[in-house]
């Protein structure tokens, strides 16, 4: 599936890949074409080719958590375009760690480790894009939530309709909650929200209608 949106501030393309479905985004400069990836998890080649298409010029690659269906495909884009991948430095247990890192589902497919790590408050600047980190764990102890110029990509910690699963290791029902509430929910309601799986959704629409943040 593909999905492709231009903004005055960005532009934005959703590519699902892999068994799993997963969202990588291409978020772009409108002007200079300067772009990060966001969670490559399978399918270099077609991930690559789109940059190609578009003419992006790619710095980095960044992964909102370290399950392998959101960082499989790291090494192959990261080899053909010779940039960094950044993850927050709670998860490096999961790129070390086939069991915990579902990798045993992708047919035990090695990941490296990646070049750097982030926390919380950190920004990344490439053109007019605005890059700030923000620690949403739960889904994993590394979970993090990307604000690149108002538009959010919590990867998975917060799904239209949903949240993400906190029953593998390392995951907390209680930490996922409080990090969609504490982190999220302030963003006005018209706030886009780009997931790692499924459709983009608002703030809005999460905090009138998802079930888990409707509770009391």
Excluded: W
Aim: aromatic residues 8%; hydrophobic residues 35%; proline residues 8%.
């Amino acid at each position: 599936m593909l999905f492709t949106e231009k903004g005055a501030d960005l532009i934005l393309e959703r590519l699902e890949v892999g068994p799993f479905g997963t969202n990588c985004y291409l978020v772009a400069c409108p002007d200079t074409k300067e772009a990060v990836v966001i969670d490559p998890g399978a399918e270099g080649d077609m991930i690559i080719k789109r940059c190609q298409d578009k003419g992006l010029k790619v710095k980095c690659i960044i992964n909102t958590h370290g399950h392998i269906d959101h960082v499989g495909a790291n090494e192959d884009v990261k080899s053909y375009f010779k940039v960094p991948v950044f993850v927050h430095e709670a998860d490096l247990p999961l790129y070390r760690s086939p069991k915990s890192g579902m990798a045993l589902l992708m047919g035990n497919k090695e990941v490296k480790p990646p070049d750097d790590t982030f926390k919380e408050g950190d920004v990344f600047r490439y053109s007019s894009l605005n890059i700030r980190i923000m620690e949403t764990p739960g889904h994993t102890p590394g979970g993090v939530t990307l604000d690149i110029n108002g538009t959010l990509f919590p990867g998975d910690t917060l799904f239209a309709g949903s949240i993400g699963r906190t029953d593998m290791p390392g995951g907390s029902y209680r930490q996922i909650i409080e990090s969609i509430k504490k982190r999220m929910l302030p963003y006005a309601d018209e706030t886009r929200v780009f997931p790692g799986h499924g459709p983009p959704t608002t703030v809005g629409e999460e905090r009138k209608y998802n079930p888990f943040l409707t509770q009391t």
